[in-house]
């Protein structure tokens, strides 16, 4: 079993920052990659970062030149530095691990931290 633990949503004013972070634990062979997404009420989840463990960084459009993605491979952890929120940041984030062993990927999803951008 692998645990995702996250932390640092909460309510935020537009132009200000927020920075979350997710600690992977347990029975974690290799990771291949760790990353964000946000889901909105009755939306789909989509992408916001993901960075592999070799530093490739996917960053969704919207977010580019204000959020910043960064992994620390020796403790499994991932940081989303979010600056400059705007309203339409608002959501659900969730952390996302994709586990890489000998049989294949397996993909592990966090509980989910909210984050409100409003004054």
């Known amino acids: 079993q692998v645990q995702l633990v996250e932390s640092g949503g909460g309510l935020v004013q537009p132009g200000g920052s927020l920075r979350l972070s997710c600690a992977a634990s347990?029975?974690?062979?290799?990771?291949?990659?760790m990353g964000w997404y946000r889901q909105e009420p009755g939306k789909q989840r989509e992408l916001v970062a993901t960075?592999?463990?070799?530093?490739?960084?996917n960053l969704a459009e919207a977010v580019k030149g204000r959020f910043t993605i960064s992994r620390d491979n020796a403790k499994n952890t991932v940081h989303l530095r979010m600056n400059n929120v705007m309203p339409e940041d608002t959501g659900v984030y969730y952390c996302?691990?994709?586990?890489?062993?000998?049989?294949?990927?397996?993909?592990?999803w966090g509980q989910g931290t909210l984050v409100t951008v409003s004054s």
């Open positions: 996302n691990v994709l586990l890489d062993y000998p049989g294949g990927f397996r993909e592990v």
């Open positions: 960075k592999t463990v070799g530093g490739s960084t």
């Open positions: 347990g029975s974690i062979y290799s990771i291949y990659s």
